[in-house]
């Protein structure tokens, strides 16, 4: 028995965590979706293909001077409001966090998805969309193991009074609280034990959500143009616009869920620990990730292979020949 897999199984009796094993995770066949952007309001057509083993989620832009490839990586991250994007040599993707939600909820790990425009499509501003694209490819597991990072210490990030802070806890789990002078939020809390058919049932078709007071000043700032009540909950002073209503009584709080699992998939692996954030943001869950990141000696890498595992995300360092030689199945359209 190695020193490393001694530590482990100590450190798992003494915590009474049981050590994850699962194969990792990719998609049956190439599927396509089309939308607009969210704040763009560009059309967009987004294909997400089969990746082999330890590749990671890779973006695939396709300018005309050929494809360029950026890993869903905190070393590809840019900053931007109200939304996550990233960037590389010039090339960007806007609003990744719902795709990268449905990808990371369902335990797909590996997957190319290729853009012919700089933002993902917001569908119906939920992951509810991608979810169902995925089931419809299908999820395949490879013979490869998925590590997890384990949190051993607490890692936090304040700004005022919001903050959010990743604590050790013998499995993954998220607390998140929100706060909004509007009588339909006020204040939600929601907590959400990760499962694949609790984020499927709970959390994936939690819509975005805007305030109509605010819509002409993000449209001065070039944000929000291919938002609409077919894709964001929009608020006025007393209620609710959409003639539909909500989906879930408290969808404020869990669209922040949401946000915030798509937000951690830049970690590069999946996490162990409990996640607890107050009044945050796209810019608080990413600078966690960074922090988490930069303190190595608070966290472990368990249930992989004997290999080593890179981090930030593997998808950086993905060689983009392997995106060339992908195959190319008959593809499903949703």
Known sequence: ?????ACILLLSSSVNFTVPMRQQHTIGQSVTCSGVG???????????????????IVFVRHEADGPVALGASITNLVPTELCTALSSNGTYVKTVEHLLSALVGLEVDNVYVDLDAGEVPVMDGSAGPFVRLIRAAGIVAQDRRQPFLKIMQPIEVKDGDRRVVIEPSPSTRITYSIHYEHPLIRKQSYTYDWSVSRFEQDIADARTFGFLKEVENLWSRGLGRGGSLDNTIVLSERGVLNESGLRYHDEFVRHKVLDLIGDLALLGVPFIGHLVADRSGHALHTMLVEKVLEQADKWILIGGTDEPVGLPSRAARTPYGHVQTVPQPA????
């Open 331 to 334: 593809s499903s359209t949703l």
């Open 1 to 5: 028995m190695s020193f490393l897999v």
């Open 38 to 56: 969210l704040h763009t309001g560009q059309p967009v057509t987004a294909t997400l293909r089969p990746a082999p083993p330890d590749t990671g």
